[in-house]
RNA sequence: GCAGCUGUAGCUUAGCUGGUUAAAGCGCCGGAUUGUGGUUCCGGAGAUCGUAGGUUCGAGUCCUACCAGCUGUACCA
């Protein structure tokens, strides 16, 4: 005691990870099983596999910096092996697909895992998170890519986001190259790697959402000044460059065959130009015969992803329309994306092999939900909770709740300590909706009382006397034991927790 | 990483130009109510004022450093 609190352990959570509590959890098993019946719907089969990787394996295809240790979570196993949490779910694929070479093709598989990123966390981004991935590893058909956008337009609707409510926007990597060629802007240097202009000019297109057009020129340019005054260094390209590439963001994309017709009269002089517009043009086809339109799905050349490993379509979907309970509008970037990426297995085998998937990340798409009001969240699985009012009587409550068990009711039995009215107020705050009472009373004349916890709450504003709510318990009734599991259900229907 | 702002009970905050026992609301626990949730009333627990130094007779208040959080920005395979 004469230490006092400096010698207490304190309860601590890393940054970035979280504790799941009911709510959350039972709302994400919800959304997980929403994307897997789509998933199985087109006919992927599932995979899963370890949390950690070799870091090679993980990473050979960073190559912007030396140390692949950035943002991911490492260290050396006992052989001094480095070892790594994995931070997506595609490097895995790839290691698999590369081991296990009697895989028949195209591989059509869907992963569920938690993956791990040692960044900054904000709204909706964690350190730890769920993602669920499909993705298609061996067809080169631009029918993988039409598919793969009706799957996602088919989750976000069963996660009961609307037409209108999402978007799917798509460009092409090619476009985008032919794009910078056309514009005068090295895309690669002598070994094949990416130049600094290219890079900083694709991560300024990337920020049109968010900093606006004259952001961007600015980051084009000389650079760009925040709020706080600190200064990011620009691309430096020339005014005639910014002029182009302002032409090329300019493309409408309204009209997917018209952003064809549009990009197509900018990179029309170039073999990949070409190629990229080819490739737009035959998933448009694929999604008129799928009646999948513009309202869902746009072409949108201002789209340009993961700068390293993607190497034709490329697709991200964004919610249109999220809003907060105070009705400001809420960024919560990108929650299903991916792309193709016909190099990413080469790195194992040295033969192309041509991939296409995407993810959906379910961790901010539910705090998305939450934000919005868009979810309805739950924290109980019980559905009835059986009051434990008199000792004498506990083998009977064993018998009651086993009873509602057997007949299909989750049940919870009280166990804790406390009169009534505690034991009521625990149901009510695990929001439990149905009560019952079993006392000398019901014993003797063969009846439950059933309390609806939910009217209750709701009618208890309304009532000022205490002495009046005692007396008319207007949210109970007694039944007999015969007719219990009928009226119970009964209950529950009305809140659709049956 | 860089920049700006902020650190006072579990949470939200008050605390005057430094002045002695650090205040309130919410939440939590108990009681009024031994068989009835809400409201109300009563009582209780809970803070070495982010940490360490410094200035001062005296620091929650002023100074310095560090740490943490928030926001913006960068990076994000």
Not at 326 to 337: A, I, M, P, R
Request: proline share 2%.
């Amino acid at each position: 005691m004469t230490q006092g609190r400096k010698y207490k352990l304190q309860p601590r959570l890393i940054k970035g990870f979280r504790d799941i509590f009911a709510e959350t959890y039972l709302a994400r098993q919800w959304m997980i099983e929403q994307v897997r019946s789509v998933y199985e719907k087109y006919g992927f089969v599932p995979l899963e596999t370890p949390a950690l990787e070799y870091v090679d394996n993980l990473g050979k295809h960073i190559q912007e910096t030396d140390s692949a240790e950035e943002g991911i979570f490492a260290f050396r196993d006992d052989d001094e092996e480095l070892i790594a949490l994995r931070y997506d779910l595609t490097a895995p694929l790839s290691r698999v697909f590369a081991q296990y070479t009697e895989l028949t093709r195209p591989f059509r598989r869907y992963q569920l895992g938690t993956v791990w990123r040692d960044e900054k966390p904000g709204l909706g981004r964690f350190r730890e998170f769920y993602q669920f991935d499909i993705d298609i590893v061996g067809s080169n058909k631009m029918s993988a890519e039409a598919e793969i956008c009706s799957v996602i337009c088919e989750c976000m609707e069963k996660l009961n986001i609307k037409r209108g409510e999402y978007l799917v926007r798509v460009s092409n990597r090619k476009i985008v190259n032919a794009m910078m060629e056309s514009c005068g802007i090295d895309h690669s240097d002598e070994k094949g790697n990416p130049t600094f202009k290219c890079l900083t000019t694709l991560r300024a297109i990337d920020k049109l959402d968010r900093l606006g057009m004259s952001g961007v020129v600015d980051l084009l340019g000389k650079g760009r000044k925040d709020e706080t005054g600190d200064f990011t260094k620009g691309a430096e390209l020339t005014s005639a460059q910014i002029d182009c590439i302002q032409k090329y963001l300019a493309v409408s994309s309204e009209n997917r065959q018209k952003a064809c017709d549009e990009l197509f009269e900018i990179v029309k002089d170039t073999e990949v130009g070409q190629e990229g517009i080819d490739e737009l043009r035959q998933i448009d086809n694929i999604l008129q015969v799928l009646k999948i339109d513009e309202e869902r799905v746009v072409f949108d050349p201002t789209i340009v992803r993961g700068l390293n490993y993607y190497t034709g379509p490329v697709f991200e979907t964004v919610l249109t329309t999220c809003k907060n309970e105070k009705g400001e509008e809420v960024g919560f970037g990108s929650v299903f994306s991916g792309g193709r990426y016909d190099g990413l297995i080469e790195r194992f085998t040295g033969q192309k092999v041509p991939a296409t998937g995407a993810s959906i990340g379910l961790d901010r798409l539910l705090e998305a939900l939450k934000v919005s009001g868009r979810i309805k969240q739950r924290k109980a699985t019980a559905q009835v909770f059986v009051t434990t009012m008199d000792k004498n009587l506990t083998a009977e409550y064993h018998k009651l709740a086993h009873s509602l068990r057997e007949a299909g009711l989750n049940t919870e039995l009280f166990m804790g300590k406390g009169k009534l009215n505690k034991q009521l107020k625990y149901a009510d705050r695990w929001d439990i909706p149905v009560a019952l009472l079993l006392g000398s009373n019901e014993l003797a004349e063969g009846t439950v009382s059933i309390k609806d916890l939910y009217h209750g709450r709701e009618i208890a504003t309304e009532i000022a006397d205490r002495e009046v709510w005692r007396k008319e318990q207007p949210a109970q009734m007694t039944v007999s034991r015969e007719n219990l599991v009928v009226e119970i259900k009964n209950i529950l229907e009305k809140y659709g927790l049956n």
